[in-house]
């Protein structure tokens, strides 16, 4: 069952409405036009995502790989108790989990996106990174030629209100002066959206992000090592 109308009509009224009786009585309508739609979604890109990486999460459940529809409230000034987006991601490990990098695909009223990205890139990670684009790692060479040659995803993130890397090349600095960093494609295509040719389309744009995620990973892979190594350390003392 591909994603359609009913999917963002139920996505608005049950933020509208914002209540746990009003979504208990409409449990079968979430479960039939919001979970069944992303569950498929997420079989359907399962077999091209493991040939990005072999070790995602690809089980098609909420916590697994679907977002829940409410919201955590307890570090918010937002009180209201479910979201009018959902989202699905393929990476290593828990979900919502910050240390990896995932590839993911969203949908609300506005329309749906996807890409590539962290949760919440550390300072930490960001740093590390920044070393590798700085010696001209091979994974990120492979990375910004792959993002230089294609027309479909943007660079997102926050930059530095001054410049830090004014010595470097234009190419270089536009990953280097990011305090965070994604990739996303934003499309309003709800004729896509609501056909059985989503999937196919998400994934072959998808593919093209390949080795950018491969350096995102490996600069959280050294990031992690860098971490374990300290806590070894400090635990050694």
Known sequence: MPFSRETLDFLVENRLR??????????AEYQKWVIQPLKEMVEALTPHMLTIDDQFVTQPRVD???????????????PSLYRDSMWIIF???????????????????YGFSYGCGFYHASTGYMNTLRQMILRDDPTYKKAQAAYARQRIFAMEGECYKRPHFADQPGEKAQWLERRNIGFSKESRDFDLLYSNRL???????????EPV?????AAAQEENMRDAAHAALEGGK
């Open 64 to 78: 697994k790989t679907i977002s829940r529809i409410w919201r955590d409230t307890r570090y918010t000034h937002d």
């Open 213 to 217: 995620y491969r350096f995102l990973l």
């Open 18 to 27: 914002d209540s746990r009786a009003w979504f208990g009585e409409h449990k």
């Open 91 to 109: 990476k290593r490990g828990r979900m919502h989990a910050t240390e990896v990098p995932g590839i993911y695909f969203d949908l609300g009223p």
């Open 199 to 209: 999937a196919q389309a998400v994934a072959k744009d998808l593919a093209v992000l």
